[in-house]
């Protein structure tokens, strides 16, 4: 009896089981089919509301923000970074652009040569005393963002080079930065393409230490002449109206545009298949005659040689 009862309580429980299973799957496969929903994947940006708001009152004075937590990030991040091989690699990539600059000027035609023998990134990052935002945000479209920051510096940002003189001298130069205090500009601008520049209002106010040898023998006698220089070059190139547009590390340089070209093939044959394109957006174009047409070209590339590139025809009239 038992083995009876424990056979028929199992196949009991089997027949509901199958039951519900034929049950669940014929329900399932009632529901009528939807094609799967295309999410945009881009969409147009917007700017905070509360962000819509004017820098300055009618008496031209500018509100002032504080940059206490701004600061400590940087500081955080010049204490892990600024010994590491990449950062200390950027620097004196930088510095080395900057010597050629220097060696194509009228004062480089006494030096042969500039090498950078050592540097030091200093004990301290920048600080920002505050910031003010001097443009308009009027719209959810960011087209120009101007930052005012009152920055002072004192970490003792210290380099060492080695230079090459005319009629086989050399020299060896060491500069210490002690004090830079100044108002800079910050900005950030989509015309005439995406780029950012820094740049000081006014002349700041600098502090150097400067060690000067001639063939290995003190010089002190050119010190002030090499600290005019440096007072000089910031002057002339980052000093406004002066400033340098800059690309990295927020945006990408803007590659060489191609001849243009009604239809062009390189190398390989034509296959068959399709082709969809989306526009997502079109800004910054140049004012235009009416009745001059635009062209979008749109590119297929399988390697960095051979490529396939069509021309698509938007005639937009404006």
């Known amino acids: 009896m038992i083995v009876i009862i424990l056979v028929s309580t199992l196949a009991g429980m089997i027949l509901t089981l199958i039951i519900q299973y034929i049950w669940i799957r014929r329900w399932f496969s009632s529901l009528p089919e939807e094609p799967i929903p295309k999410k945009p994947q881009f969409g147009k940006f917007q700017c905070p509301e509360e962000l819509f708001k004017l820098s300055g009152d009618a008496n031209g004075k500018f509100e002032k923000e504080s940059c206490r937590f701004l600061n400590l990030i940087f500081q955080f991040l010049f204490q892990e970074l600024r010994d590491t091989r990449e950062v200390r690699r950027w620097v004196a990539k930088r510095m080395s652009m900057e010597f050629e600059d220097m060696l194509q000027t009228t004062s480089g035609k006494l030096l042969d040569q500039i090498v950078v023998r050592d540097f030091n990134l200093g ?24 930052i005012a920051l009152d920055i002072e510096y004192s970490g003792g940002f210290q380099m060492a080079v080695d230079v090459d003189l005319m009629f086989g001298k050399s020299a060896y130069l060491s500069i210490t930065v002690t004090k830079l205090v100044g108002k800079a500009r910050l900005l950030f601008t989509r015309d005439p393409y995406t780029h950012w520049n820094f740049a000081f209002y006014e002349e700041p106010h600098m502090e150097f230490e400067v060690e000067p040898r001639i063939e290995g023998k003190s010089f002190p006698q050119i010190t002030s002449f090499i600290i005019n220089q440096i007072k000089r070059v910031v002057k002339k190139k980052h000093t406004l109206p002066n400033y340098k547009i800059r690309f990295r590390p927020f945006f990408f340089k803007p590659e060489t545009l191609h001849p243009q070209a009604d239809f062009y093939i390189h190398g390989i044959p034509l296959g068959v298949g399709g082709l969809d394109v989306n526009v997502i957006g079109c800004s910054r174009l140049a004012k235009i005659p009416s009745n001059v047409a635009l062209f979008c070209t749109v590119s297929l590339s399988k390697s960095a040689i051979f490529f396939v590139s069509f021309i698509l025809v938007l005639s937009v009239y404006i």
């Open 123 to 146: 004990t301290r990052f920048p600080t920002f005393h505050s910031v003010i935002v001097k443009n308009e945000v009027k719209d959810s479209a960011l087209e120009v963002l101007e």
